[in-house]
């Protein structure tokens, strides 16, 4: 069980443009080779734009993307042809297979903080897939099976209680509250990675606590 606190994730973004990033793992010039990859997870970048910033159009080629938005509305463009608007309680994924370009935009009047977080494939190639499901239920795991993969999306009040899967590997992420996790306080943007434990709960610490629970069978 290996806690990352929020402070410990390596700044990124253009300040001067209104986007501020913090990458949970190895990202650019913030080479890390301790801190590369979790399974198949290869990034959880916290994103900050202000209104009116964004990403210009960019590629992406054998990466499975997964949006979780915070606060706010992301502006979603790709080169599949869709344009999609992702709001609290979204989850968004894009396939980029062999190659797809696309664009994120706060075109929103309010600051917009999103998760991102990439997920590499069992299997390069393939035609792009893009899918946004709307409004997503705490009972209702996202299943990402071209990465080995699930995303669990957990809501606590405060003194409630949830397991967290038991996995070859699982990564928890604080999205909001606080939580308790074995013997562990974690609060906002800390994250705890877990390799084959099994009989994990989290408790919430104050009411609204939201998590984020990848359940990952892949190296």
Known sequence: MDVRRA????????????????????????????NLRFGPLVACNEEHLAPGAGFTEHP?????IVTWVVEGELTHRDSTGRETV???????????????????????PTPLVFLQMWLAPRSPGGDPFYEIVR???????????EAGAMLH????GEGERTAVPDARYGYVHVVRGEVRLGEEH????????????????????FPGTELLLWEMTED
């Open 7 to 34: 402070d410990e994730r390596y700044p990124g973004g253009d300040p001067h443009a209104g986007i501020a990033t913090r990458h949970a793992f190895s990202f650019g010039p913030h080479y890390d080779p301790d």
């Open 60 to 64: 992406h080629s054998h990466t499975e």
């Open 86 to 108: 992702v709001r609290p309680g979204d989850v968004q994924r894009l396939s980029a297979a062999s190659g797809v370009r696309h664009v994120e935009r706060n075109d929103g």
């Open 135 to 145: 409004g997503i239920a705490d009972s209702t795991p996202y299943a990402l099976p």
């Open 153 to 156: 999306v957990r809501r606590l």
């Open 186 to 205: 974690l609060r906002p943007g800390d994250a705890m990675r877990l390799t084959d434990e099994k009989g994990v709960e989290a408790v919430g610490l």
